[in-house]
Nanobody, 126 residues
Framework: QVQLVESGGGLVQAGGSLRLSCAAS????????MGWFRQGPGKEREFVST???????YYADSVKGRFTISRDNAKNTVSLQMSSLKPEDTAVYYC????????????????????WGQGTQVTVSS
């Protein structure tokens, strides 16, 4: 069982930056594939980014070049550095985790993750 707790959300002006963090419980964090999803007002939850257990990142086209995902296995954390934020980035951001089939497998769908955090609100004002 893995428990995930997000932090770092808040209100920021368009063009600004925020750094989200997700703290995970458990001694096997390094073996998990981690993901970030978001759900905007009136929208379905969508994929934002993932990082494999091997450390390889992958991004949705909508955030590529603006967001950076990273993990610190010593601290059991995964972070999402968000820059050049836009009003359309406004959403509740969720951290997710799963045990991967292989270290290099990418998981892009919500249904592929087993563990979820409670979410953190990010609001970008225009």
């Amino acid at each position: 069982q893995v428990q995930l707790v997000e932090s770092g959300g808040g209100l920021v002006q368009a063009g600004g930056s925020l750094r989200l963090s997700c703290a995970a419980s458990g001694r096997t964090f390094s073996s998990y594939a981690m993901g970030w999803f978001r759900q905007g007002p009136g929208k379905e939850r969508e994929f934002v980014s993932t990082i494999t257990s091997g450390g390889a990142p992958y991004y949705a086209d909508s955030v590529k070049g603006r967001f950076t995902i990273s993990r610190d296995n010593a601290k059991n954390t995964v972070s999402l550095q968000m820059s050049s934020l836009k009003p359309e980035d406004t959403a509740v951001y969720y951290c997710s985790a799963r045990v991967p089939l292989t270290r290099g497998t990418l998981y892009l769908r919500e249904s592929e993750y087993d563990y979820w955090g409670q979410g953190t609100q990010v609001t970008v004002s225009s």
